[in-house]
């Protein structure tokens, strides 16, 4: 399979949908795509601008500084001790790096890629472009001989699971006995809510109560859009197997995937200040205490979504006739039919909309769940 035989994008079925909430008179709330809104904080865009003489090509290893950070960052954020340079990447952004990982480990047809059943699409696409077979399970038990690759999403999105220790270590356990690459996505890390998550560290798959101390064939994939809203800047990093690591570093520079100089500089004021990640997280915290109860109260139960940016919600009917409904009162989701056969029935609904738009959803909601009474 090459590019040109992949489906069309989902989101484009989406647009009648999007121009349905248009109409609405207090118009559209957009809570379908997870596209930061809030600024970039003023500690990242400084560094940005104090690196603007980039006139040389950057490193695809990254500055010294940015990857002593990403180390620094994984021992204090999420209790991975002991990571050094060597074991560390930065990307440009995640979505290039889960799309492109089988292609950089080599797979091809009649290697299996695992992916999770409620999964982000990207997962499929990466195992497709290069030939693989992508199979959906989060029982490791079900995971087939021929896996070579295989993806865990925890904080998930779209349905905000979050994965325990036990969990995690029974997925490295299970890769190790197929041989398997284990890649754990955390881009959202940094957004729990339900207890535990609320005040403990969502777990990495390098937490050391996970590998032993042993990180052979595990790698953890982390992005500063959702905790330091810097989509724009393409900005993220992967940790792990210090050969994996090195395997696609040589593989990346032939390729030419190098983050901007920048950007590298900017990544690194983000790491090192937890300032304005807790209070982004409070931004989300407040949208998530308004939103929750009025979409429960409109007839949808909420199911997982302990953390990250989504409510993860049904009706009990199919997920377009939920965004139709929805659409009608101004209100855009996405509906569960794009990440993958298994949940037709849910939608997902996204923080990242200001403060005024969140509260004109919830308002809107409670109307039509009284307005049906």
Request: proline share 7%; net charge negative; glycine share 8%.
């Amino acid at each position: 399979m090459g590019v040109a035989d992949l489906a069309d994008y989902p989101w484009d079925a989406v647009a009648p949908y999007a121009q349905r909430a248009r109409s609405h008179p207090d118009g559209i709330v957009d809570l379908s795509i997870g596209s930061p809104v809030d600024p970039t904080p003023d500690v990242v865009a400084d560094a940005l601008r104090a690196a603007t003489d980039a006139h040389a090509y950057p490193q695809t290893v990254g500055t010294a500084s940015l990857r002593a950070a990403i180390a620094d960052w994984y021992e204090r954020r999420r209790g991975v001790s002991g990571l050094t340079p060597e074991d560390v990447l930065p990307t440009v952004g995640s979505k290039e790096l889960v799309a492109l990982l089988p292609l950089l480990l080599g797979l091809g047809a009649g290697d299996v890629v695992v992916h999770p059943r409620a999964a982000y699409p990207t997962y499929e696409v990466g195992a497709r472009l290069v030939g693989a077979t992508p199979v959906a399970s989060d029982d490791p038990v079900e995971w087939p001989e021929g896996t070579r690759l295989v993806w865990l999403n925890s904080p998930g999105n779209p349905d905000g699971r979050v994965l325990g220790v036990d969990a995690l270590r029974a997925a490295a356990t299970r890769a190790r006995e197929l041989g398997a690459v284990l890649a754990s996505d955390e881009c959202y890390a940094e957004l729990g809510w339900d207890a535990p998550w609320d005040h403990e560290p969502v777990p990495s798959a390098l937490d050391p109560r996970v590998t032993g101390g042993d990180l052979r064939g595990i790698l953890s994939v982390y992005s500063l859009s959702k905790q330091s809203n810097l989509a724009g800047y393409r900005a993220a990093f992967l940790a792990g197997d210090r050969d994996i690591v090195a395997r696609l570093l040589t593989a990346r520079k032939h390729l030419g995937l190098m983050v901007p100089l920048p950007v590298q500089a900017a990544m690194s004021a983000a790491l090192e200040d937890d300032v304005h990640v807790a209070a982004q997280k409070e931004l989300y915290r407040r949208r998530r205490e308004i939103l929750r109860p009025a979409v429960e109260a409109a007839g949808f139960r909420i199911d997982a979504s302990e953390a990250g940016l989504y409510l993860w919600a049904t009706e009990g009917r199919d997920a377009w006739e939920s965004v139709g409904r929805l659409a009608e009162l101004g209100i855009l989701a996405g509906p569960g039919h794009f990440y993958g056969v298994h949940f037709p029935q849910h939608i997902r609904l996204s923080l990242t909309a200001t403060d005024e738009r969140v509260s004109a959803a919830a308002q809107r909601l409670r109307a039509a769940a009284v307005a049906s009474v």
